[in-house]
């Protein structure tokens, strides 16, 4: 699932090239991808409104349409957003642009958005869990997911003794707290491992029992993992892919994830992987002692 530097990477692209561009009309083969309104609704309303704004809260994408208008996405497990120009041929849609946009896994288009300027937002998504509604402002303001978020990690009130007094109060693994979006928002699997790894910090600890040089790795890699993973856009070791169709380039950079029996770049012991409810773990026994 893109996770906050997915999400915030596809903001900033999307803001290069479709700010101040107005939808013209919708196409989907999957109208269950739409939850609110229903589909002859939603194309109705959103024809004609241009794009003022594009902002990330956790790992939803909000479109600030003219008419007090917001357009949430969010990608979910398998979900990416898409910027170009493609024809329908033989049932699919084909990209006219030579390039990443070819990439396969940019080829699961659910829905695209026609804009004004001949440019059009494709919806990429392989097994269709993503989620899309067009909402009044006043909607928004009150959508109890977004309501429930944590604060932000990336936020400049997201002080380390705000993270502290978070942290002290959960008897959880300190995993799970890292991966919970109503304690903090937008990390996941990925992103936790990797932290949790600088740290130093094995992710079976318990979070209540960490001491405060530990709370402050921690502390320090969320905020320097998350913005170097921005800079290098993201990491698609899976199905995330960039508006522009690209990879990110965050994989140069993975020190645990996915890196099961393979040697610790820093003392050569092998990673191990274990599970922390449903969720695969990855961690260095050895540089990460619990």
Not at 10 to 33: E, G, M, N, S, Y
Not at 238 to 258: A, L, W
Request: positive net charge.
């Amino acid at each position: 699932m893109p996770e906050l530097p997915e999400v915030e990477t596809t903001v900033l692209d999307l803001k290069r090239k479709v700010l101040q561009r107005t939808f013209l009309d919708i196409w989907t083969d999957a109208p269950k991808l739409i939850k609110k309104p229903s589909l002859a609704e939603f194309r109705k309303e959103i024809k004609g409104k241009k794009i003022i704004d594009i902002k990330r809260k956790g790992k939803f994408i909000i479109f600030y349409l003219t008419g007090k208008k917001r357009l949430l996405i969010h990608q979910k497990l398998t979900g990416h957003l898409l910027v170009g120009r493609w024809k329908r041929e033989k049932g699919e849609w084909a990209s006219l642009q030579k390039g990443p946009l070819e990439d396969p896994m940019n080829r699961f288009i659910h829905i695209i958005f026609f804009l004004d300027n001949g440019l059009m937002i494709a919806f990429s998504d392989l097994r269709k869990f993503g989620r899309i509604e067009l909402l009044t402002e006043r909607e928004l303001e009150n959508l109890k997911d977004l309501k429930q978020l944590g604060p932000d990690p990336l936020d400049k009130n997201f002080t380390f003794d705000k993270f502290r007094q978070i942290i002290q109060k959960q008897k959880r693994k300190i995993k799970q707290v890292l991966m919970d979006q109503k304690t903090i928002s937008g990390i996941g699997n990925i992103y936790s491992d990797e932290i949790l790894f600088r740290a130093g910090v094995h992710p079976f600890k318990s979070a209540n029992t960490l001491q405060e040089k530990e709370l402050k790795k921690i502390y320090r890699n969320i905020k320097s993992v998350l913005k170097k993973a921005i800079r290098l856009g993201g990491e698609s070791i899976s199905d995330y892919r960039r508006p522009d169709g690209r990879k990110g380039g965050f994989d140069k950079e993975r020190k645990v994830y996915r890196r099961e029996g393979m040697p610790c770049y820093v003392c050569g012991t092998k990673i191990e992987r274990r599970k922390i409810g449903s969720r695969s773990t990855y961690f260095c026994p050895k540089c990460q002692k619990l």
